[in-house]
Protein backbone atom coordinates (compact mmCIF):
# COMPACT_ATOMS: atom_id res chain seq x y z
CA UNK A 1 0.00 0.00 0.00
CA UNK A 2 2.89 2.40 0.59
CA UNK A 3 4.64 2.14 -2.58
CA UNK A 4 1.19 2.25 -3.98
CA UNK A 5 0.04 5.16 -2.15
CA UNK A 6 4.28 6.94 -3.26
CA UNK A 7 3.63 6.32 -6.94
CA UNK A 8 0.65 8.23 -6.73
CA UNK A 9 1.98 10.93 -4.78
CA UNK A 10 4.98 11.48 -6.66
CA UNK A 11 3.11 11.76 -9.98
CA UNK A 12 0.46 13.90 -9.08
CA UNK A 13 1.83 16.88 -6.68
CA UNK A 14 3.24 18.74 -3.98
CA UNK A 15 5.44 20.81 -2.10
CA UNK A 16 8.91 21.09 -1.58
CA UNK A 17 11.39 19.73 0.69
CA UNK A 18 15.36 18.24 0.13
CA UNK A 19 17.46 16.57 2.52
CA UNK A 20 15.86 15.81 5.64
CA UNK A 21 18.56 15.91 9.14
CA UNK A 22 21.87 17.94 8.52
CA UNK A 23 21.52 20.18 5.60
CA UNK A 24 22.75 22.96 6.90
CA UNK A 25 25.12 23.16 4.12
CA UNK A 26 23.35 24.12 0.40
CA UNK A 27 20.21 24.50 2.63
CA UNK A 28 20.12 28.12 4.61
CA UNK A 29 23.62 28.58 5.61
CA UNK A 30 22.35 32.34 6.40
CA UNK A 31 18.83 33.90 6.94
CA UNK A 32 19.19 36.21 4.39
CA UNK A 33 19.54 33.44 2.02
CA UNK A 34 19.93 31.66 -1.12
CA UNK A 35 17.74 32.54 -3.28
CA UNK A 36 17.61 36.62 -2.53
CA UNK A 37 19.35 37.56 -6.04
CA UNK A 38 15.95 38.40 -7.78
CA UNK A 39 14.44 34.98 -7.19
CA UNK A 40 16.03 34.02 -9.97
CA UNK A 41 18.33 31.24 -8.76
CA UNK A 42 16.07 29.04 -6.35
CA UNK A 43 17.97 26.27 -5.20
CA UNK A 44 17.88 22.47 -5.62
CA UNK A 45 15.14 20.68 -3.85
CA UNK A 46 15.01 16.80 -3.95
CA UNK A 47 17.01 16.36 -6.91
CA UNK A 48 15.16 18.97 -9.51
CA UNK A 49 15.20 22.56 -10.12
CA UNK A 50 12.26 24.65 -8.43
CA UNK A 51 10.94 27.43 -10.47
CA UNK A 52 9.36 30.48 -9.35
CA UNK A 53 6.75 30.82 -12.09
CA UNK A 54 5.57 27.45 -11.13
CA UNK A 55 3.16 27.12 -8.56
CA UNK A 56 3.59 25.53 -5.44
CA UNK A 57 1.86 22.02 -6.90
CA UNK A 58 3.64 21.82 -10.28
CA UNK A 59 6.99 21.72 -8.64
CA UNK A 60 6.58 19.21 -6.20
CA UNK A 61 5.79 16.43 -8.49
CA UNK A 62 9.80 16.60 -9.53
CA UNK A 63 11.39 16.48 -5.81
CA UNK A 64 12.13 12.73 -5.12
CA UNK A 65 12.07 13.61 -1.24
CA UNK A 66 8.38 14.81 -1.35
CA UNK A 67 6.36 11.75 -1.94
CA UNK A 68 4.83 11.48 1.29
CA UNK A 69 3.92 15.22 1.45
CA UNK A 70 2.91 15.03 -2.34
CA UNK A 71 0.14 12.08 -1.03
CA UNK A 72 -0.96 13.45 2.25
CA UNK A 73 -1.81 16.58 0.51
CA UNK A 74 -3.78 14.62 -2.39
CA UNK A 75 -5.29 12.36 0.19
CA UNK A 76 -6.55 15.91 2.44
CA UNK A 77 -7.67 17.27 -1.07
CA UNK A 78 -5.59 20.40 -1.04
CA UNK A 79 -4.19 20.71 -4.57
CA UNK A 80 -6.47 22.90 -5.87
CA UNK A 81 -5.90 25.43 -3.00
CA UNK A 82 -2.07 24.97 -3.14
CA UNK A 83 -2.29 25.83 -6.60
CA UNK A 84 -4.82 28.86 -6.12
CA UNK A 85 -3.10 32.57 -6.37
CA UNK A 86 -2.39 32.16 -2.25
CA UNK A 87 0.36 33.97 -2.08
CA UNK A 88 1.38 30.98 1.07
CA UNK A 89 4.40 30.07 3.20
CA UNK A 90 4.98 26.75 3.56
CA UNK A 91 7.40 24.68 5.95
CA UNK A 92 7.29 21.55 3.79
CA UNK A 93 8.66 18.42 5.70
CA UNK A 94 10.95 16.08 3.90
CA UNK A 95 9.95 12.10 3.55
CA UNK A 96 12.68 11.74 6.23
CA UNK A 97 10.74 14.01 8.48
CA UNK A 98 7.39 12.12 8.04
CA UNK A 99 9.59 9.00 9.24
CA UNK A 100 10.35 10.26 12.51
CA UNK A 101 6.33 10.07 13.12
CA UNK A 102 5.01 6.94 15.72
CA UNK A 103 5.42 4.05 13.29
CA UNK A 104 2.03 3.80 11.33
CA UNK A 105 0.98 7.17 12.06
CA UNK A 106 1.30 8.54 8.03
CA UNK A 107 -0.87 5.02 6.97
CA UNK A 108 -3.27 6.12 9.39
CA UNK A 109 -3.90 9.67 8.62
CA UNK A 110 -4.06 8.84 4.74
CA UNK A 111 -7.22 6.75 5.56
CA UNK A 112 -9.95 8.84 4.57
CA UNK A 113 -11.52 8.54 7.44
CA UNK A 114 -9.03 10.33 9.11
CA UNK A 115 -8.96 13.13 6.07
CA UNK A 116 -10.44 16.02 8.92
CA UNK A 117 -6.90 15.14 10.90
CA UNK A 118 -4.38 14.55 7.84
CA UNK A 119 -6.32 18.39 6.65
CA UNK A 120 -5.06 19.70 10.18
CA UNK A 121 -1.81 19.02 9.88
CA UNK A 122 -0.85 19.62 6.55
CA UNK A 123 -2.47 23.36 6.91
CA UNK A 124 -0.44 23.87 10.26
CA UNK A 125 2.27 23.85 8.16
CA UNK A 126 0.48 26.30 5.70
CA UNK A 127 1.09 30.50 6.42
CA UNK A 128 -0.91 32.70 4.24
CA UNK A 129 1.10 35.17 2.78
CA UNK A 130 4.46 35.38 1.20
CA UNK A 131 7.53 35.16 4.30
CA UNK A 132 10.82 34.50 2.57
CA UNK A 133 13.78 34.89 4.88
CA UNK A 134 14.03 38.65 5.00
CA UNK A 135 10.76 38.95 5.86
CA UNK A 136 10.84 36.01 8.69
CA UNK A 137 14.15 37.88 9.70
CA UNK A 138 12.15 41.39 10.24
CA UNK A 139 9.54 39.50 12.22
CA UNK A 140 11.65 37.76 14.38
CA UNK A 141 13.47 41.23 15.29
CA UNK A 142 10.24 42.96 15.66
CA UNK A 143 8.95 40.57 18.31
CA UNK A 144 12.06 40.19 20.19
CA UNK A 145 13.36 36.88 19.25
CA UNK A 146 10.47 35.23 18.22
CA UNK A 147 7.55 35.64 15.57
CA UNK A 148 4.18 34.35 16.17
CA UNK A 149 2.89 32.68 13.23
CA UNK A 150 -0.65 32.04 12.85
CA UNK A 151 -1.72 29.70 10.19
CA UNK A 152 -4.20 28.48 7.57
CA UNK A 153 -5.51 25.69 10.69
CA UNK A 154 -6.16 28.90 13.14
CA UNK A 155 -2.92 27.28 14.93
CA UNK A 156 0.40 29.26 15.74
CA UNK A 157 3.71 28.58 15.14
CA UNK A 158 6.57 30.56 16.58
CA UNK A 159 10.04 31.16 14.66
CA UNK A 160 13.15 31.77 16.45
CA UNK A 161 17.35 32.16 15.15
CA UNK A 162 20.17 30.53 16.40
CA UNK A 163 23.39 30.38 15.14
CA UNK A 164 22.42 31.71 11.81
CA UNK A 165 19.54 29.01 11.17
CA UNK A 166 15.77 29.57 11.58
CA UNK A 167 13.71 27.06 13.62
CA UNK A 168 10.28 26.68 13.83
CA UNK A 169 8.09 25.35 17.34
CA UNK A 170 4.90 23.48 17.35
CA UNK A 171 1.49 24.06 19.25
CA UNK A 172 3.05 20.91 21.34
CA UNK A 173 7.00 22.16 21.96
CA UNK A 174 8.45 20.02 19.09
CA UNK A 175 10.89 22.01 16.81
CA UNK A 176 11.72 21.40 13.31
CA UNK A 177 15.23 23.49 11.77
CA UNK A 178 14.54 25.17 8.11
CA UNK A 179 17.19 22.93 5.90
CA UNK A 180 16.64 25.16 2.74
CA UNK A 181 15.33 28.05 2.78
CA UNK A 182 13.32 30.83 -0.34
CA UNK A 183 12.07 27.72 -2.65
CA UNK A 184 10.21 30.70 -4.47
CA UNK A 185 6.87 29.65 -6.26
CA UNK A 186 4.67 31.40 -8.32
CA UNK A 187 1.79 31.37 -5.03
CA UNK A 188 4.33 31.68 -2.83
CA UNK A 189 7.64 30.37 -0.55
CA UNK A 190 8.70 27.09 0.47
CA UNK A 191 11.12 26.33 3.47
CA UNK A 192 12.49 23.05 3.94
CA UNK A 193 11.75 21.56 7.15
CA UNK A 194 13.32 18.65 8.67
CA UNK A 195 10.32 17.69 11.21
CA UNK A 196 6.58 17.29 10.89
CA UNK A 197 5.18 20.20 12.79
CA UNK A 198 1.75 18.73 14.78
CA UNK A 199 -1.11 21.55 15.74
CA UNK A 200 -2.36 21.45 19.26
Known amino acids: MK????????????????????????????????????????????????????????????????????????????????????????????????????????????????KPTLTKVLTYHVVPGKLDAAALSSLIAAGGGKAMLKTASGGTLSATTSGGMVYVTDAKGGTAMVTIANVYQSNGVIHVVNKVLLPG
Open 3 to 114: KLITAVGVSILLSACAGGMGMKDGGMSSMSGNSMSGGMSNPMVGGAAMYPTKDIVDNAVNSKDHTTLVAAVKAAGLVDTLKSPGPFTVFAPTNDAFAMLPAGTVDTLLKPEN
